[in-house]
C-alpha cells in the first residue's frame, strides 16, 4: 500500500511561487499515476494537475495551465508541484493523490493528509 506526505506549503503573496513536494512509500509508486487536488473552503475538492507512471504525459485543469508544473522522481518516490504565479484564488488545502484514474473525471485513490497554500492579494 501506497503513504503519502505532501510538504511545501505556505503562505505567500499574490504573483509569487510555491513548490509542493510529495513524499510517496511503497514500491507501488512507479506503477501510479499521480495527482494533486485541491479543496478551497466551501468547495468541492477539484484536479489541479496529473502526471503518468513514467512522467512522459501530463494533465493540468484549466484553471492553473501555464503556471502550474507537475513533475516526478520515481527513484525517489517524489512527486512535485512547482506553483508560480499564484493568485488569491489558489487558497486551498492541496492533495496528494496515487492511482490517479479518469473516468468522466479526474480520481485518486489514495491520498495524503494535504497541505496548505495561502495566498494574500
Known amino acids: 500500500q501506497v503513504q503519502l506526505v505532501e510538504s511545501g506549503g505556505g503562505l505567500v503573496q499574490a504573483g509569487g511561487s510555491l513548490r509542493l513536494s510529495c513524499a510517496a512509500s511503497?514500491?507501488?509508486?512507479?506503477?501510479?499515476?499521480m495527482g494533486w487536488f485541491r479543496q478551497a473552503p466551501g468547495k468541492e475538492r477539484e484536479f489541479v494537475a496529473g502526471?503518468?507512471?513514467?512522467?512522459?504525459?501530463?494533465w493540468y485543469a484549466d484553471s492553473v495551465k501555464g503556471r502550474f508544473i507537475i513533475s516526478r522522481d520515481n527513484p525517489k518516490r517524489t512527486v512535485s508541484l512547482q506553483m508560480n504565479s499564484l493568485k488569491p484564488e489558489d487558497t486551498a488545502v492541496y492533495y496528494c493523490?496515487?492511482?490517479?484514474?479518469?473516468?468522466?473525471?479526474?480520481?485518486?485513490?489514495?491520498w495524503g493528509q494535504g497541505t496548505q497554500v495561502t495566498v494574500s492579494s
Open positions: 502526471i503518468s507512471r513514467s512522467g512522459d504525459n501530463t
Open positions: 511503497g514500491r507501488a509508486f512507479i506503477g501510479l499515476a
Open positions: 493523490a496515487a492511482d490517479l484514474t479518469y473516468g468522466n473525471s479526474w480520481h485518486g485513490n489514495i
